[in-house]
C-alpha cells in the first residue's frame, strides 16, 4: 500500500540560544511522524537565504525582540500544507512544489526557515519510505564516507561578545585513522584548553553559542599559540597530528573599506590586513582558514590565493552563501579553493546538494556546517556523509545540539560500512 503525507504541520519552538525557529511535523499514512527543526546563525552574511521573523508587531513578538516566527509557521500550515497533503513523500517533488510556491531568489515569500524546514522533513520522511537511514538516501551503495571533524575550541566575534576579533579558532585531527580517534583528540584538547585558561584565571564553565571557550587574548597570533600548546600538551604533534583552522568572518569587522581591529582599536587597509594573515599562517600550523576576508572584497580573495606561502585550505562561507551564482563567481576568478554548506542559507535541500555538487565537480573542498543557533537535531551528520562532503564543522564538543551531530557520526562509524575521510 502506498505511504502518502497525512498530515503536516509548522510549530514555533526554540534554538539553542533560546529564540524561535521554525519546526516542521510531517505525519505519514503508515503511522510515523518525522520532524525537522531549522538552525539559526549570528554572523550572517548579506548575501544568504531570508530569514523569515516577524518583527516587533505585537506582544509576544516584543517579547521575542521581534525574532519570533509565527509568519513563517503560518506560511507552512496554509500554504505550503494543503499541496503536501495526500502526497507520496518524494524529496524532489516537494523541493519543486516549494519553488513553484515561492521561485524568488532568497525565499522572500515563504521565508527559508519555512522552505527548508519543509524540504529537510521530506527528505527525511523520503527516506524513511524507503527504509533506509538518510545518509543511505544519498548513497545508497558502498562504504559512507564520515567526514572529517573541525572542532572549535576558543570563541570570539559574534559568537562570543567579542572575546578574540575572530570569530573561532579551531582543530583538525587530519592525522587520526578513524573518525572516533579523531573526536577523541579534540575533546582532550578542548577539555586541555579550559584546564589552562582556568589556571590563568578565565572563567571557562560558561561557554560561546557554539560551545567554544570565550577565552579573550590580545591577538590572535597569541590564541593561535594557545592552541598550539594545547596540542602539544596532550601528547600530539601540530602539523602532523592536529592543525588549526580559523574562521575569521571578516565581515563583521570590515567598515569604509577597512579591517578594524576592536581589541588593538586599529585599522587595516585590506592590503595590510592581507599581510597579517600570511604572518599568522607563516607562523603557525593552519591549514585552514575561513572568510579572511569580507564578502564583498572580491580583489583582496583573489589576491591572497596568490600570495599564499604555502597550499592550505581558503574557505567561502559569507563570499559564497551556498548560493550558485557567487559560487561560480568565485570559481572562475579562483577566489577560494572551499566553500562551507549551510542548508538555511539556500532554503532548500535538493538545491544545496547541488551547490556542493557544483564545488566538488569545479574542485573546491567541501565542508557541511551547522550554525550557532541549533537544534538537537542530526540530520546534518547524514547529509555530511551522504553527500560525501569530506569534511563537518559542527561548533565545539560541548552542548546537547553540537554532541548530537557528533554522536550521529559515531555511530554511523560503529554500525555501517565506511572509511574516514582524508581531505589533507
Known amino acids: 500500500m502506498t505511504t502518502v503525507i497525512s498530515n503536516f504541520q509548522g510549530i514555533q519552538v526554540l534554538d539553542s540560544r533560546g529564540r524561535p525557529t521554525v519546526c516542521a511535523r510531517m505525519m505519514l499514512s503508515d503511522g510515523s511522524v518525522h520532524k525537522a527543526t531549522v538552525p539559526s546563525g549570528a554572523s550572517t552574511g548579506a548575501h544568504e537565504a531570508l530569514e523569515l521573523r516577524d518583527g516587533e508587531t505585537e506582544i509576544s513578538e516584543k517579547l521575542f525582540l521581534g525574532k519570533s516566527v509565527h509568519q513563517a509557521v503560518s506560511n507552512i500550515n496554509e500554504i505550503i500544507r494543503p499541496r503536501l497533503l495526500k502526497l507520496e513523500p518524494n524529496s524532489e ?27 529537510l522533513v521530506g527528505a527525511i520522511a523520503s527516506a524513511h519510505v524507503r527504509k533506509v537511514s538518510l545518509a543511505r ?56 584548553a579550559a584546564e589552562l585558561g582556568a589556571s590563568d584565571g578565565f572563567m ?37 597530528d592536529v592543525s588549526l583552522a580559523l574562521d575569521i568572518a571578516a565581515t563583521q569587522f570590515y567598515k569604509d573599506e577597512k579591517y578594524e581591529s576592536r581589541s588593538q582599536g586599529l585599522q587595516y587597509t585590506p592590503e595590510q590586513w592581507s599581510q597579517l594573515l600570511l604572518a599568522l599562517v607563516a607562523t603557525h600550523p593552519i591549514i585552514s582558514i575561513e572568510d ?39 570559481i572562475k576568478g579562483r577566489s577560494a579553493n572551499a566553500i562551507l554548506i549551510k542548508p538555511n ?23 557541511v556546517s551547522a550554525r550557532s543557533g541549533e537544534s538537537e537535531d542530526s540530520w546534518l551528520a547524514d547529509l555530511a556523509t551522504g553527500w560525501n562532503a569530506g569534511q563537518i564543522k559542527v561548533g565545539s564538543t560541548h552542548g546537547s545540539e553540537r554532541t548530537a551531530k557528533w554522536n550521529r557520526l559515531l555511530e554511523l562509524e560503529a554500525t555501517e560500512e565506511t572509511v574516514f575521510s582524508k581531505p589533507f
Not at 542559507?345 to 565542508?367: C, E, R
Open 93 to 119: 517533488k516537494i523541493d519543486a512544489i516549494l519553488h513553484e510556491l515561492d521561485s524568488t531568489s532568497r525565499h522572500e515569500i515563504l521565508g527559508a526557515n519555512a522552505t527548508l524546514a519543509t524540504s
Open 137 to 192: 538516501f544519498y548513497q545508497p551503495h558502498g562504504a559512507l564516507k564520515i567526514p572529517m571533524p573541525m572542532v572549535n575550541i576558543l570563541s570570539g566575534g559574534a559568537h562570543a561578545a567579542g572575546a578574540l576579533d575572530i570569530q573561532d579558532v579551531l582543530v583538525i585531527p587530519h592525522g587520526a585513522k578513524t573518525f572516533a580517534q579523531g573526536l577523541t583528540w579534540v575533546s582532550a584538547i578542548r577539555e586541555k
Open 204 to 240: 571557562t564553565n560558561l561557554v560561546a553559542d557554539e560551545g567554544g571557550l570565550g577565552l579573550p587574548f590580545a591577538s590572535s597570533d597569541m590564541a593561535c599559540g594557545f592552541i598550539t600548546h594545547c596540542i602539544e600538551s596532550v601528547g600530539l604533534n601540530p602539523r602532523v
Open 292 to 330: 579572511p576576508f569580507a564578502e564583498d572584497d572580491w580583489d583582496s580573495w583573489e589576491l591572497f590565493m596568490k600570495q599564499l606561502p604555502r597550499p592550505i585550505q581558503v574557505v567561502g562561507d559569507d563570499l559564497f552563501t551556498t548560493n550558485t551564482r557567487r559560487l561560480s563567481r568565485g
Open 345 to 367: 542559507q539556500n532554503g532548500l535541500v535538493t538545491s544545496t546538494h547541488d551547490v556542493l555538487t557544483q564545488a566538488q565537480y569545479s574542485g573546491l573542498g567541501t565542508i
